[in-house]
């Protein structure tokens, strides 16, 4: 009996130190291989092996590296789905957040002269997605960035959407980036004040650090503003009497209270800018109105 009994222990033991043995060789087998597959397929096999915790992180880990390889802001947010705490969640993060800005380079240089303007520095209006009355853009303090000599900039970290790009040049600058930060741009309405012609805040829009006691100084005779008839044309208004709308105007606008200037198109503010996520925009901005 005493003999059966240590026989049918050995067989325990040596079945034991088998299955151990055959779990370490598929082990080694799926580290060879190491590949999500391998890993999880040990994983199904021996759900209570003690290399549980090695495998699982060399899950993470080849997660990682397929996220990476696909380089896509579905693949980080995917992985971090999977993954919400770890070694790899701060470089995942960052990935997202450099694949969700892009980058604007380009020069600016006077239209009339040819010559580049140095030391502008270069301003961001976001336009809103939806069109809004009233109102064309929000002036952005970051990112910022002076032109060099030659009138190059690049402005990089910059999320994606749409721009009005602004300058302001350093002797006529008149605000820091804390001071424009956030500061919307937005149209007036013509309007009489007494008995000549100005331009009035419109109800629908806040005040705009680009009106001058009513108007948007643009010499010193001529304030100016949007059409509120016709969303395509500016108005130009004289103190001295007289509406002109043209459809065609090209110029400049400096705001006398900060010095922040900004360029008219045909009736529209310019230059626009669309940033996509990982792309640099390039623009040659000819500066009109200096």
């Not at 915790?53 to 696909?70: D, P, Q």
């Not at 380079?105 to 040819?114: F, L, M, N, P, V």
């Not at 060099?148 to 350093?170: A, R």
């Not at 705001?255 to 996520?277: F, H, N, W, Y």
Request: net charge negative; proline share 5%; with cysteine.
């Amino acid at each position: 009996m005493r003999l059966e009994r240590m026989y049918y222990l050995t067989l325990i033991v040596l079945f034991a130190l088998t299955a151990c043995s055959s779990s370490e060789k598929e082990y080694e087998k799926a580290r060879a291989e190491n590949t999500i597959e391998a890993y999880e397929e040990y994983l199904t096999k021996y759900p209570d092996t003690p290399f549980k915790s090695e495998i699982e992180e060399s899950i993470c880990s080849l997660n990682f590296k397929k996220a990476c390889s696909e380089d896509t802001i579905a693949a980080y947010e995917n992985f971090l789905e999977l993954y919400p705490e770890g070694q790899f969640v701060d470089r995942a993060r960052l990935f997202i957040r450099k694949l969700s800005v892009g980058t604007i380079a380009g020069h600016i240089i006077c239209d009339s002269s040819g010559e580049p303007l140095k030391d502008a520095q270069i301003i961001l209006c976001s336009i809103p997605k939806e069109k809004m009355q009233n109102f064309f853009c929000t002036l952005k303090a970051s990112p910022t960035v002076k032109s060099d000599k030659d009138g190059s900039f690049t402005l990089s970290n910059v999320p994606e959407g749409s721009y009005i790009l602004l300058y302001g040049m350093q002797d006529e600058l008149l605000v820091n980036p804390d001071e424009w930060d956030n500061v919307k741009l937005t149209q007036a309405e013509p309007c009489m004040k007494k008995m000549k012609n100005a331009v009035c805040p419109s109800s629908e829009a806040p005040e705009s650090m680009f009106w001058q006691n009513g108007g948007t100084h643009l010499s010193d005779t001529i304030f100016g503003t949007r059409a509120p008839d016709d969303p395509e044309a500016f108005i130009i208004i004289s103190k001295g009497g007289g509406v002109f709308q043209i459809h065609a105007y090209l110029g400049g606008v400096r705001s006398d209270r900060t010095g922040i200037s900004l360029m008219i198109m045909e009736g529209k503010l310019a230059p626009v800018v669309v940033v996509q996520p990982g792309d640099t925009t390039d623009i040659e901005w000819k500066v009109i109105g200096r």
